[in-house]
């Protein structure tokens, strides 16, 4: 896992090892219902498109859902698609609010990520998935979740 995580630039190596000071705690959720709730409330914030109950359900064994918590309150949820070898995120929902500060649920995120990595690579994955690459975007937002992609090192394929 060291070596994954000397993969990492500077900024994200300390941006998890901060989460882990800062007592974020990560752990599998799985719970549908929270799941959509959450994501939804998130995808309204960001003019993105809202997911439903059926569609999680239709995931049903090939999805994996896990949570970055900070005193019991969610502070990141990701949706993984899986098949033993390979892990692809389908959706990552933040926290939207001004009670917990922006650089706490980023770091959270960076802090769930790693531990997503270790957890597949723990049980036999190949390949950890980011989802989509904006490649040669002009859009600042696309770029600046490019460079969070990049953040973790790994390639890029097409």
Avoid: W
Wanted: net charge negative; proline share 1%; charged share 30%.
């Amino acid at each position: 896992m060291e070596k994954i995580f000397e993969g990492f630039t500077k900024e994200t190596q300390y941006e998890i090892r901060r989460a882990e000071r800062d007592g974020i705690k990560v752990c599998i959720c799985n719970e549908d219902e929270k799941f959509v709730e959450f994501f939804n409330s998130f995808a309204r914030e960001r003019n993105l498109v809202q997911t439903t109950r059926d569609k999680i359900d239709s995931l049903s064994g090939n999805k994996l859902i896990t949570e970055a918590q900070l005193d019991e309150q969610t502070l990141v949820l990701h949706l993984y698609i899986c098949d033993g070898k390979i892990a692809r995120l389908l959706y990552s929902a933040t926290r939207i609010d001004a009670v917990v500060a922006k650089s706490v649920i980023g770091r959270a995120n960076r802090f769930l990520h790693y531990e997503d990595i270790k957890y597949f690579k723990e049980h036999g994955y190949e390949t950890y998935d980011l989802g989509g690459y904006a490649k040669d975007t002009q859009d600042p937002k696309l770029r600046g979740i490019n460079v969070f992609k990049e953040s973790f090192g790994g390639t890029i394929v097409e």
